[in-house]
């Protein structure tokens, strides 16, 4: 009998361990800053490292960053049904979530964090509900945003034009998301960003 009762409360405690945290922003707001300053204060964090078509930018690391993969290579795990959701976020360039990645986050006993597109957090969301937290991380206005961009020295003119147009359109989304940070100060963004977290983890 006590076996059992054992058996039971662990089996809770891992249902109550399968939770995710959604991060999405447009790009240039600060969301993969604040990302990773949530993995190094809360240790029970685990990143999902997503697929992707775009090609490695900087320092970023194949299985580290992102899965880098060909066109053909993301197609058949589209075949295979290894996503839990896919986006074109920009032309010909595809991101996804894979469901092998969440089912090993859970293994580890972890909470999943996910660094995605709007309508990728918006679907991630529906798909798991109260497990999840969604958080849109607002830059202060537009014109800061393309500021960041520009400073941050990674894409060229082209990408720069194509991510400040996208993103316009993306604060129209804000009010799918369960809770809203306006990224103008980062180290205020980031104590909100811990409380926020770890709120929804003692919940
Ligand atoms: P970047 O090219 O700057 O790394 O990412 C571009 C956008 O794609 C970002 O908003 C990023 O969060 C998003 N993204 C990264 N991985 C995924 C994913 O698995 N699914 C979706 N829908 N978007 C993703």
Not at 77 to 83: T, Y
Not at 106 to 132: C, P, T
Not at 152 to 174: F, L, P, S, W
Request: hydrophobic share 35%; charged share 30%; aromatic share 10%.
């Amino acid at each position: 009998m006590n076996d059992l009762i054992i058996a039971y409360h662990y089996q809770q405690s891992i249902i109550l361990m399968e939770k995710v945290i959604i991060f999405s922003a447009p790009s240039g707001s600060g969301k993969t800053t604040l990302v990773k300053h949530g993995l190094s204060v809360v240790p029970q964090l685990s990143f999902s490292i997503s697929a992707t078509t775009r090609q490695p930018r900087g320092e970023e690391k194949h299985a580290v960053d992102y899965y880098f993969l060909t066109p053909e290579e993301f197609r058949t795990k589209i075949s295979k049904d290894e996503f839990v959701e896919f986006e074109e976020v920009y032309t010909d360039k595809y991101y996804g979530t894979l469901k092998s990645e969440v089912e090993r986050i859970w293994k580890e006993g972890k909470i999943v964090i996910f660094d995605v597109d709007v309508k990728g957090g918006i679907r991630l969301k529906e798909i798991f509900g109260d497990k999840a937290l969604s958080i849109f991380v607002m830059p202060p206005s537009i014109a800061e945003l393309e500021q960041r961009l520009i400073k941050r020295n990674t894409d060229c003119a082209e990408t720069i034009k194509t991510r400040v147009e996208k993103a316009g359109e993306e604060m129209t989304y804000q009010k799918h998301f369960d809770k809203i940070i306006v990224n103008t100060d980062l180290n205020e963004a980031k104590v909100e960003v811990e409380k926020i977290i770890n709120n929804f983890i003692n919940e």
